[in-house]
């Protein structure tokens, strides 16, 4: 996994009396996804097309044919004066995350892509140890399929469970999309947890779960480039911080697949999924 290291700050351009000087978007991955995050709903769109087209830039240095460790990076955690509108998790400590990003490429083009935000049930799309992930629309989300609004809030109950711990939590996931100059269309997803929750008869807990998600369509618009960048925490025994960033890096890109497959037509969900796709869960109250 390649280690980037966070930048001593946003770079600040020029002003004139007591205005603030706009903020120019990184270069450096690492200080690229905490100004995505950052800066998420910023109104100031023409930052967030520099930003844009400098993850592209990185995005097509990677080989995203190579195996998942090879397009995987180590990111700088991400300070709690850098969340923006985001409130950091109650009682928290940043300095514990294992901040982990992995690029990918999505086979489907952009507008295929974009048409999952309509799916509510993700149990199929998220990692293998989601037992049930379930999201609910806040806002209307046809028109930012079809391209009359820029904005979508979801809240979505997950249950994971693996050997060491089964335990439910709820994130917020909001999406974000913006027209580049050259008329291609980019989409921005922020995830945050707003509070710790605890595994099934304690012992273990979900204590951090921040990310920054990235859809940019490739120029000739055959594919979808896609970055995740997650910023979390765990408190599971016998769970190194070194062995969650694995778990994480192949969740991650085990979550790029299936998304894949299920926006396949050709393939079959139970080619992939050995996920119950209604199970007896209801999530806590």
């Keep these: 996994m390649k280690r980037f290291a966070m930048s001593a700050g946003l770079i600040l351009g020029g002003s004139l009396g007591a205005c603030k000087p706009p903020a120019e978007a990184p270069a450096e991955l690492g200080e690229l996804s905490i100004f995505l995050f950052e800066n998420f709903d910023s109104e100031d769109e023409q930052v967030l097309q520099d930003a844009s087209l400098n993850l592209e830039e990185y995005l097509l240095t990677l080989d995203m044919d190579a195996k998942a460790d090879d397009r995987a990076v180590t990111l700088p955690l991400l300070p709690t004066e850098r969340m923006g509108t985001v409130s950091a998790t109650e009682g928290a400590d940043p300095a514990l995350q294992i901040p982990v990003g992995v690029s990918a490429r999505s086979r489907h083009d952009f ?43 979801t809240s979505q ?21 913006l027209e580049l100059e050259d008329g291609r269309t980019v989409m921005f997803a922020r995830t945050v947890l707003p509070k710790s929750f605890v595994s099934d008869g304690g012992g273990s807990s979900w204590d951090q779960n921040y990310a920054i998600e990235a859809w940019i369509p490739e120029s000739d618009g055959d594919g979808t480039l896609r970055f995740y960048g997650l910023w979390s925490s765990v408190d599971i025994s016998l769970i190194s911080d070194k062995g969650w960033a694995v778990l994480v890096q192949g969740g991650i890109d085990q979550s790029y697949e299936f998304a894949d497959n299920f926006l396949d037509p050709e393939v079959a969900l139970e080619d992939y999924c050995n996920e119950d796709r209604d199970p007896d869960l209801t999530p806590p109250e």
């Design 111 to 153: 507008d295929t892509n974009l048409s999952l935000l309509k799916e509510t049930n993700y149990v199929c799309i998220d990692s293998d140890t989601s037992k049930f992930s379930e999201r609910t629309l806040l806002t209307d989300v046809d028109c930012i399929v079809d391209g009359t609004c820029a904005t979508l809030e």
């Design 157 to 177: 109950w997950v249950r994971k469970e693996n050997p060491l711990a089964k335990i439910w939590f709820e994130i917020f996931r909001n999406y974000r999309t």
